[in-house]
C-alpha cells in the first residue's frame, strides 16, 4: 500500500495530476485512512500507470 506522495514519485507524476484522474473518474477513489489520507493499493497502481499510459499516447 503506498500514499499518494509516494506514488507520484514512484510514478513521476504531480499530485495535481493524480488528483485529475481521480476526480474525473479516470481511476475509482483510493481507499482512505482514518486521517483522511489516499491509500492505494498495488491493483490502485496497476490500474493508474495504464491511465497515464493510455492518455500519453492519445
Not at 514512484?10 to 491509500?39: A, F
Amino acid at each position: 500500500m503506498k500514499t499518494a506522495g509516494q506514488l507520484c514519485r514512484e510514478l513521476g507524476v504531480k499530485y495535481y495530476r493524480l488528483d485529475y484522474l481521480i476526480r474525473s473518474g479516470y481511476v475509482p477513489e483510493p481507499k482512505r485512512l482514518d486521517s483522511g489520507q489516499r491509500i492505494f493499493t498495488d491493483e490502485d497502481v496497476v490500474n493508474i500507470k495504464d491511465v497515464i499510459c493510455e492518455r500519453m499516447a492519445k
